[in-house]
């Protein structure tokens, strides 16, 4: 993979990531799962998903784009 | 014992832990000002990352958050997501460890020193820190005025407000004047482990005797079934979207938060510290907002003025814990303004004293001064809190917004290498002014043709002005740099990592 297809494939999980944390194509909605709405059980389970593409992150490409190899 | 009592023996009791805390941490220091801000950049990942979470937490967490849900809804879980959980973790990658590798390049203790080295520029370095401290002293005044009034309020008006701001403000100094950014570090630690834990026990408390979250939720959809509904007039997108944005990128800027991006120990210690960040915001704001939201489904009523999370624990736990739980709320509130008391001291003692009245101030000198500063810092806010002025009151309410405005002029200073100091100074100056005069001005409104338009107004369509100011201040720094050349002291190699 050319480095130039990496760095856009982390700008756009990035702006993925952000976009969604927020389920607005439930905008209005109001049905309820154990106890929690559904949307917040989105929420929830999007911070999880966060949560395993930062460690992903911080494995592979962390020093990738600050110009170090070993600190 | 009374329940007075018996609440201020707890109060009393954790700011003596904290105090020992601080002890200790005084006896492992050496005195020199790297060590007393920075703790010789030498915090561990669980520290580090508790300590700066702490110092995001303050009050908003256990008052104001719980508050805003019980009237309108938990939709500021969400708000608290995306600021922190998502975007803040990466502004910690993309502006936090760029200056943890500057930092440890250089020996950069605050934002300004590495902006006004880089730039060759006193004036910028000068200008960061005064802009800082000008959005940070009202911002410690309000956390002092919180403090004072939740004690008042705990001990049922036997202390007066100004004693209660007093003993705050003098334990605070005492505190931080032994025991730096170490023990304030370490207090951080215990106390954010304390009230996550402290947190969880009052949601299983409140819910066993509720039904459990389908019995809290259940009622809530009889009371106030549009809580369950996402989005709302008061959370429309736009003002999901400028609070969540604005606050998260402020936040960067406070000059609390971003000298911790440079005491890491490692790199390791920050790639830990932004893997678990946005779990960590789930683990506080889930059960603290959430438990404001069921609050107004349980009948819960909240008297003006007074705060929704106090009430409910009273009513379902025992007086001991709830007790417990606004100690612990308040000593939050003071673990925020002791490391801003300590950061805006060292923003004033080494970017505004040191170059522009002492340049010969040595290391060992300028711990002890550091320390003055922090009494005098403190002692100010605390005067100036007796009286409430309005306008300071105002600053304060709008410092994330200043704040944001530093942010996105650093960002492009710190990665790319044909900013000018012209650049910088027309960025930071324009943004600043722009959210200046729309937080002061009163809002004009201006007739042109048929349309109604508002001038100097806070939100235009429901967008906050501070991002418009965010904006401004990107395309400024970008176009004065591009117009611009470089004068010959400005050194772009210093924002190079492994240039030297």
């Known amino acids: 993979m050319s480095r130039r297809i990496r760095t856009l494939g982390w700008v756009v999980t990035a702006t993925v990531l952000t976009v969604f944390s927020v389920p607005w194509f439930w905008w209005g909605d109001s049905r309820t799962a154990v106890g929690l709405p559904l949307w917040l059980w989105w929420h929830i389970g999007w911070m999880g998903v966060a949560t395993v593409v930062f460690a992903v992150f911080a494995r592979t490409d962390w020093d990738r784009y600050m110009g170090v190899e070993d600190v | 014992m009374s329940e007075l009592t018996l609440q201020l023996a707890i109060v009393v009791g954790y700011l003596l832990v904290a105090l020992l805390v601080g002890l200790v941490a005084y006896r492992v220091s050496t005195n020199v000002a790297e060590d007393y801000y920075l703790a010789n950049r030498s915090i561990g990942t669980l520290v580090l990352l508790f300590t700066t979470f702490a110092t995001l937490l303050s009050a908003f967490t256990f008052f104001g958050g719980p508050n805003i849900a019980y009237e309108q809804g938990p939709e500021w879980i969400l708000v608290m997501g995306v600021m922190d959980g998502v975007l803040f973790a990466m502004l910690w990658y993309l502006i936090g460890y760029k200056q943890w590798l500057v930092g440890q390049q250089q020996g950069y203790v605050t934002l300004s020193e590495m902006l006004g080295d880089r730039f060759g520029s006193p004036r910028l370095r000068g200008l960061v820190a005064a ?119 402020g936040v960067t800027m406070f000059p609390q938060i971003n000298q911790r991006f440079f005491v890491a120990g490692s790199a390791r ?50 007086m001991w814990f709830a007790a417990l739980v606004i100690a612990g709320a308040m000593a939050a509130m003071m673990s925020s303004s002791d490391s801003m008391l300590l950061s805006g001291s060292s923003y004033f003692i080494r970017d505004l004293y040191r170059p522009f009245v002492d340049p010969t101030l040595g290391e060992r000198r300028e711990a002890w001064l550091a320390r003055g500063g922090v009494a005098v810092f403190a002692t100010a806010t605390f005067v100036a809190s007796l009286s409430r002025p309005g306008t300071l009151i105002e600053v304060g309410n709008t410092a994330f917004g200043g704040f944001a405005q530093l942010t996105l002029p650093v960002l492009v200073a710190l990665y790319w290498q044909s900013t000018t100091r012209d650049g910088m100074l027309a960025g930071i100056v324009g943004s600043q002014l722009l959210y200046l005069s729309h937080v002061f001005i009163p809002t004009l409104t201006v007739e042109i043709g048929a349309t109604v338009v508002p001038l100097f107004a806070r939100t235009y369509g429901g967008w906050d002005i501070a991002l418009g100011g965010m904006i401004l201040g990107a395309l400024l720094t970008v176009g004065v740099s591009l117009l611009t050349t470089p004068a010959a002291d400005e050194q772009a190699s210093r924002f190079v990592v492994g240039s030297d």
Do not use: C, H
Not at chain 2, 284 to 300: D, H, K, S, Y
């Open chain 2, 269 to 318: 210690v920050l790639k830990r510290s932004f893997v678990l960040w946005p779990v960590l915001v789930l683990l506080l704001f889930v059960p603290t907002f959430l438990l404001g939201t069921w609050a107004a489904g349980l009948g819960i009523e909240v008297p003006e003025g007074a705060n929704v999370l106090p009430i409910l624990l009273s009513e379902y736990t025992p």
């Open chain 2, 131 to 249: 802009i800082s401290l000008f959005w940070l002293f009202p911002y410690i005044m309000l956390q002092q005025m919180g403090a004072g009034e939740a004690l008042t309020g705990l001990s049922g008006g036997v202390i007066p407000y100004w004693a209660g701001a007093a003993l705050i403000t003098a334990f605070m100094i005492l505190y931080v004047v032994l025991a730096g950014m170490r023990g304030v570090a370490w207090t951080d630690t215990i106390q954010g482990l304390f009230m996550l834990s402290v947190v969880w026990i009052a949601v299983a408390w409140v819910l066993s005797a509720v039904g459990g979250p389908s019995g809290a939720t259940a009622a809530l959809a009889e009371s106030n079934p549009e809580f369950l509904t996402l989005g709302s007039e008061y959370y429309s997108p736009q003002y999901i979207i400028s609070t969540a944005v604005v606050i998260g990128f």
